[in-house]
């Protein structure tokens, strides 16, 4: 139990390569950025306060009221 050594990176990229293939490989990467680059603008975007909306009465009167 210890640190990883080269081989074992090495061991664990041939695996990766043989699982996806190395045509999938630049798409998966592609698809992991995307998440990442999502994830960091959603946790950059300030949370707004609820905006107050009409009420249904103040509505229905800027309607005309109700339908019979």
Do not use: Y
């Not at 699982?19 to 698809?31: E, N, R, Y």
Request: charged share 20%; no cysteine; aromatic share 8%.
């Amino acid at each position: 139990m210890g640190s990883f050594s080269a081989w074992h990176w090495i061991i664990v990229l041939v695996v990766i390569l043989i699982v996806f293939g190395a045509g999938k490989l630049p798409k998966v990467m592609g698809d992991v950025a995307q998440g990442v680059k999502n994830f960091k603008k959603g946790m950059a975007e300030e949370e707004l306060p609820p905006t107050v909306t009409q009420s249904a009465e103040e509505t229905e009167k800027s309607k005309g009221g109700p339908q019979p």
